[in-house]
């Protein structure tokens, strides 16, 4: 297609025609800290319409995932879309519990990510997509917005990525004064840590951008080990490790000692395990020898685990040492967080002074405990 000819030409001539702000604006709403309890939502999981949320639980749900048209770089609505959001929002914010909500835009997977990217390297996309999903935001009675940009892959990425931030929160308090309405909530679903450390191309997040222009990120504090590496079991959410930095307390130091607030951190807490099929059905700690995925093809949503350990009377072990759960029942090997290791995240996540927890993902958890415990646990110690 001739698209790809003709943007960098596009880019190059708005370029020399626009003098670009160069201001930071300040994110204005984050001059409030309440506690953020959060949780994605995704229209997708059979059986779970958002009324089946437990709204008492949380304080900001997160529609996951909307991404532009890849033509126009504005988000074209189908019918479908449209009724899926205004049901969110209006079943949320009329709920007698009411939580503020946020809409989600990109997700994982090399398609949203390469829109993404594609989009912040350029001023003029930028511009329209900014407008476009503030235009969605408003029309829907969202909250705010989210970026889920899973990752810049580079240093010139991350740069595009501090541009679409400046120019993303000057348009929200433009909006704001303009409409007199509370600014829209600008946010970032990001990787456990501020710089790619284990990547061989090697990059650190814009955090001086972040932290002037979005009211927090949602550190994603999961995904460590998988079956990806299908040859040793790990903790997938391992919150100290003393072998490696893949740990969350390793990557929320680096957000704070990278210059962000604690104020603007919220832990992610997975509602899923993952899985492996072990070598040796005897030899089954953390880091045992393993084959293959395991259950679920290698993921299983809490409700599942739950369901396995049943089924199979499986051994339940609690690790102090890691703060994770795991349990296995012949060669399967599941690791995942439950109440227990939930509830001490929650403790040590206050001890960093966090802004809060969030969940991946709604739907994952049918009896409400791990997010009822967190809730309560919060708030007794806040
Ligand atoms: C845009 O998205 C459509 C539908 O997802 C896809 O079929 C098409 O190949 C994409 N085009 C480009 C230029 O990426
Ligand atoms: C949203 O959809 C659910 C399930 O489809 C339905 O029961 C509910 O009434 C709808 N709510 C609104 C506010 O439209
Ligand atoms: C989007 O752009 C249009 C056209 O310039 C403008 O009228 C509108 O106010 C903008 N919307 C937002 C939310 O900034
Ligand atoms: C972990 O990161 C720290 C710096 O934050 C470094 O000093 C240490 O060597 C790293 N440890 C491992 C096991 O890579
Ligand atoms: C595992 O241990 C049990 C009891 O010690 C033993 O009977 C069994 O043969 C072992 N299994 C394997 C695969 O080594
Ligand atoms: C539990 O057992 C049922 C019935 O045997 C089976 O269909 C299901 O896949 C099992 N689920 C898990 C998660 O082990």
């Known amino acids: 297609m001739a698209k790809s000819t003709l943007l960098p030409f596009l880019c190059t001539v708005f ?3 626009m003098a670009m702000p160069s201001i930071d604006a300040t994110a204005s709403s984050s001059s409030s800290f309440s506690t953020i309890k959060g949780s994605y939502y995704t229209p997708w999981t059979p059986d779970f319409t958002p009324s089946d949320i437990d709204t008492t639980l949380f304080t900001h749900i997160f529609y996951a995932f909307l991404s532009p048209s890849n033509i126009t770089f504005k988000f074209e609505l189908s019918e479908t879309t449209a009724v899926a959001l205004s049901n969110f929002t209006s079943t949320l914010r009329f709920a007698s519990s009411p939580v503020k909500t946020l809409l989600s835009i990109g997700g994982s997977g090399d398609v949203p990510t390469a829109l993404l990217a594609e989009i912040a390297s350029c001023p003029s ?5 900014i407008n476009s999903s503030m235009e969605v935001a408003r029309k829907f009675a969202f909250d705010g917005l989210d970026l889920d940009w899973e990752w810049p892959k580079n240093r010139k990425e991350m740069k595009d990525l501090a ?9 929200i ?24 450390f284990l990547d061989p191309v090697y990059r650190m997040y814009p955090v001086a951008a972040i932290r002037k222009n979005l009211d927090w990120i949602n550190a994603m504090c999961y995904d460590y080990h998988g079956a990806w590496d299908p040859s040793a079991t790990g903790a997938q959410a391992a919150f100290f ?9 390793h990557g929320l130091k680096s957000w704070l000692q990278a210059g962000l607030p604690a104020k603007q951190v919220v832990m992610g807490l997975p509602l899923y395990g993952r899985t492996w099929e072990l ?19 290698g993921v299983l949503p809490y409700s599942d685990v739950q369901v396995f350990n049943r ?6 072990v609690y690790d102090a040492e890691t703060v994770s759960t795991y349990s296995f029942a012949g060669t399967s090997w599941v ?44 708030i007794l110690n806040d």
């Open 15 to 17: 370029f020399l025609l």
């Open 125 to 129: 996309s930028r511009k329209v997509f």
């Open 163 to 171: 541009h679409l931030l400046r120019e993303w929160r000057l348009e």
């Open 173 to 196: 308090i433009k909006e704001a004064r303009a409409t007199k309405q509370p600014p829209l909530l600008l946010t970032a679903a990001v990787y456990f840590a501020a710089d790619f």
């Open 241 to 249: 490790d003393p072998k490696s930095n893949l740990s969350s307390i």
């Open 279 to 297: 070598k040796d059905p005897n030899v089954t700690e953390i880091g045992a020898p393993a084959v293959k995925a395991g259950p679920g093809d």
């Open 311 to 316: 089924n199979y009377s499986a051994t339940v």
């Open 335 to 378: 690791s995942y967080d439950d109440v227990a290791s939930a509830m001490v995240k929650i403790g040590l996540a206050q001890a960093l002074g966090l802004r809060g927890y969030f969940f991946w993902v709604l739907g994952y958890e049918t009896d409400w405990q791990i997010s009822s415990q967190a809730s309560r646990a919060w």
